[in-house]
């Protein structure tokens, strides 16, 4: 399959060079170029196979051509080694729990397929090490830190906002040292983002350094997050055949849900989405509205989504070759407020005895608000958990003193030290650092 930049000014790419380059040279992002559906059988095909048995039919479906044969199984099922349940809440909805993995979001996903992909993907012409950049909200930065650290023959960098990620966050990532640079940013995640687009927007620094990046803007991370939308779908229709299903994805640079939608857009029958934000909701109101305006991000209790101007959105739109119409009737999408937010978050404890996260939370209350709607009155409502509650433990604490059980592979980071260095928030600072 061959990919193709959303602003169309450049030459198609290989997935292996849409890989290696993050940004396509004309600062769009790259797309499959041939998004038809799959016929029937394809999907139904998939019901009764495991998490790692699905990804390997799509990854080989979609950039099989590229690999080696038996390479992308083995990636599938060394990447994708612990589950995506999902855990009823009520007869309407189920939560779609992705933080199982090693840093206890979804990011492990993406992170994990692209440490395994990449290294094939980049061949160093000038004996230089693969630089991985990355913008990081929070939970970013984990996953690839984790994700890369020790991989040879590539080095990692990191930029978080200072004073915007919670303690354990950012102990997640800028503990471990070795190949892996955390970098503090004296400013917001979207300053952190343009930075990272101002770097590759130069042809000669990204030449010299093999640069390219870890964030959703690369297509490494889509097609890795479409496994547990299809893992879901197939084992939830395995039974009900028929069943529908609405995917409510908490949202913040777009990422996870476009990968969704792509899925949809190949194919797999019957899904709707809803985008949840929090009071960064330039998605939702373009939604309503019909103008997209991003501007810059305030900062919430659920911070993984604190994004203004979310990288992914032009995705959404070239999927629909442009036409705002259709994809606003395709894609709904509410924003829920942090007073509301941490309402939610005792309400479902105390009635449905769950813990979820600030960033599930919203998930649940824009289901809530809107599964009475009759274009949702047959579907099944499944919120995507993005992350496990002791990441947010302050947050749980205030709201539910002494309930959340903090896994270990957390509570060991606690009294590691920050070795992160702090940069203003230019790009030249950070090519100065490189
Ligand atoms: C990254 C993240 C999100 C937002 O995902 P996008 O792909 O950026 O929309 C939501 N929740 C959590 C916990 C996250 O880490």
Request: with cysteine; net charge negative.
């Amino acid at each position: 399959m061959k990919f193709i930049s959303t602003r169309g000014q450049v030459p198609l790419a290989s997935f292996k060079q849409a890989v290696s380059r993050g940004l396509a040279p004309d600062g769009g992002l790259y797309m499959p170029t041939r998004i038809a559906e799959l016929p029937g059988s394809f999907w139904t095909g998939l019901r009764g196979k495991s998490l790692p048995e699905i990804a390997a039919v799509l990854f080989n479906e979609l950039i099989g051509d590229e690999f080696e044969a038996g390479f992308l199984e083995q990636l599938a099922a060394e990447a994708f080694d612990f589950p995506a349940p999902v855990v009823p809440l009520d007869d309407r909805t189920g939560v779609l729990e992705l933080f199982h993995g090693p840093t206890l979001a979804f990011k492990d996903f993406g992170a994990r397929f692209m440490a395994r992909i990449m290294p094939e993907c980049k061949v160093s012409a000038n004996g230089r090490p693969l630089t991985v950049l990355t913008a990081t909200s929070g939970d970013t930065g984990a996953a690839v830190a984790k994700g890369f650290h020790g991989v040879e023959g590539v080095r990692a960098f990191i930029l978080y906002p200072k004073d915007k990620v919670s303690p354990l966050q950012e102990r997640q990532f800028a503990t471990l040292g070795d190949n892996i640079t955390a970098i503090q940013v004296d400013g917001t995640f979207d300053d952190c983002q343009r930075m990272v687009k101002e770097v590759f927007a130069s042809a000669e620094l990204s030449e010299s350094y093999n640069l390219t990046s870890a964030n959703s803007i690369n297509i490494a991370r889509l097609i890795p997050q479409m496994v547990y939308y299809v893992n879901t779908w197939a084992s939830l229709t395995r039974e009900q055949p028929h069943r529908k299903i609405t995917f409510v994805v908490p949202s913040g640079n777009f990422g996870n849900i476009t990968a969704g939608v792509l899925a949809a857009h190949l194919g797999m029958p019957n899904v709707q989405f809803i985008a949840a934000t929090n009071a960064n909701d330039v998605v939702p109101e373009f939604l309503e509205r019909g103008v997209y305006q991003p501007r810059p991000s305030v900062a919430t209790i659920s911070n993984a989504m604190d994004v203004g101007s979310p990288s992914n959105f032009e995705r959404l739109e070239h999927l629909y070759g442009g036409n705002h119409a259709a994809l606003r009737s395709f894609l709904k999408g509410d924003r829920v407020s942090d007073a509301r937010t941490r309402e939610v978050i005792a309400r479902v404890f105390h009635e449905q005895g769950y813990l979820s996260d600030p960033h599930t939370a919203t998930g649940i209350e824009v289901w809530n608000r809107m599964c009475g709607q009759s274009r949702y009155a047959n579907d099944y409502g499944v919120v995507l958990a993005t992350a496990h509650p002791a990441k947010f433990i302050e947050v749980m604490e205030q709201e539910l003193p002494g309930q959340t059980i903090m896994p270990d592979r957390l509570a060991e980071l606690r009294d590691r030290d920050v070795l992160s260095v702090p940069i203003a928030a230019v790009s030249k600072a950070l090519v100065d650092l490189l």
